[in-house]
C-alpha cells in the first residue's frame, strides 16, 4: 500500500463549489505540506503543517485552507473555487527537513 | 519566489549518453534535494546532500555541490529510455523549515 494517499485523484467542479482534497499517510512522520503545480512548473508550498497544533501559510495560501485532523490526514479545501485554481495538487509528509514523500496527487479542474 | 533555478529547462539526448542538470539558489541551505517526476505523477526523492558534502552517488547518479558558488549538479550517466522524466532540486534553506523547489528540467531520453 501507498505511504501517501490523495482523494480524489481527479476532480472537474464549478466556479463557486467548495472542494476539500485529502491527504493521508502511514509513514507516522509529524510533518505534512499542500503543494500546488502548474503546466511547466516547479511546486509552490499553499500550507505546511509540522504537528496537529502547527499550521502555517506558504506562499500561495490565499483562497485555501488546510485541516490537521490528526497526524496522519491532513486535507485543503478551496472555500469557493475559481478556475485560475485549476491545477495539480501534491501531498507530502516528511521527518525533519529531509526527503519528503509525495502523494500520486489530484488533479483539479475548476470550469 | 524559487531558490531554486535549474539549468536547462529541457534537455535531449540519445540513449547511453550522460545527462547533466545545473540548480542554482540564492541563500545558505542546510541541504539541496534532487527528485524526479514523471508526467502527472508525484516527486520521488532521487538524493540529498548536506551543505558540509561536496560529493555523492548513488546507483548511475552523481550529485555535486558547490556552497561557494551556490550551485548543484545532478549527472545521470549511461541513460535509459525510462529516465525521461523532469527533474526538480529543492533546497532546505537555513532557518525556513521547508523546501523550496525549483522549477525544473525536462529531460528526454530518445531510443
Known amino acids: 500500500d501507498a505511504d501517501v494517499t490523495q482523494t480524489p485523484r481527479n476532480r472537474i467542479t464549478k466556479t463557486g463549489k467548495r472542494i476539500m482534497l485529502e491527504c493521508s499517510q502511514t509513514?507516522?512522520?509529524?510533518?505534512m505540506y499542500w503543494y500546488r503545480q502548474d503546466p511547466g512548473l516547479g511546486l509552490r508550498l499553499i500550507y505546511y503543517?509540522?504537528?496537529?497544533?502547527?499550521?502555517n501559510k506558504g506562499e500561495i495560501s490565499d483562497g485555501y485552507s488546510v485541516s490537521r485532523q490528526a497526524q496522519a490526514k491532513f486535507s485543503l479545501s478551496l472555500e469557493s473555487a475559481i478556475p485560475n485554481q485549476t491545477a495539480l495538487y501534491f501531498c507530502?509528509?516528511?521527518?525533519?527537513?529531509?526527503?519528503?514523500?509525495f502523494g500520486p496527487g489530484t488533479r483539479l479542474t475548476v470550469l | 519566489s524559487q531558490q531554486g533555478e535549474e539549468d536547462p529547462q529541457a534537455l535531449s539526448i540519445q540513449e547511453g549518453e550522460n545527462a547533466t542538470m545545473n540548480c542554482s539558489y540564492k541563500?545558505?541551505?542546510?541541504?539541496l534535494q534532487w527528485y524526479r517526476q514523471n508526467s502527472g505523477r508525484g516527486l520521488v526523492h532521487l538524493i540529498l546532500?548536506?551543505?558540509?558534502?561536496r560529493e555523492k552517488h548513488s546507483g548511475r547518479l552523481r550529485v555535486t555541490l558547490d556552497t561557494s558558488k551556490k550551485s548543484s549538479s545532478l549527472l545521470i550517466t549511461a541513460s535509459r529510455a525510462a529516465d525521461t522524466a523532469s527533474y526538480f532540486c529543492?533546497?532546505?534553506?537555513?532557518?525556513?523549515?521547508?523546501?523550496?523547489f525549483g522549477q525544473g528540467t525536462r529531460l528526454t531520453i530518445n531510443p
Open positions: 507530502a509528509t516528511s521527518r525533519e527537513t529531509d526527503t519528503q514523500y
Open positions: 509513514k507516522g512522520h509529524d510533518r
Open positions: 503543517s509540522f504537528d496537529v497544533k502547527d499550521i
Open positions: 541563500t545558505s541551505i542546510n541541504n
Open positions: 546532500i548536506r551543505s558540509n558534502e
Open positions: 529543492a533546497t532546505d534553506r537555513r532557518g525556513a523549515q521547508k523546501l523550496v
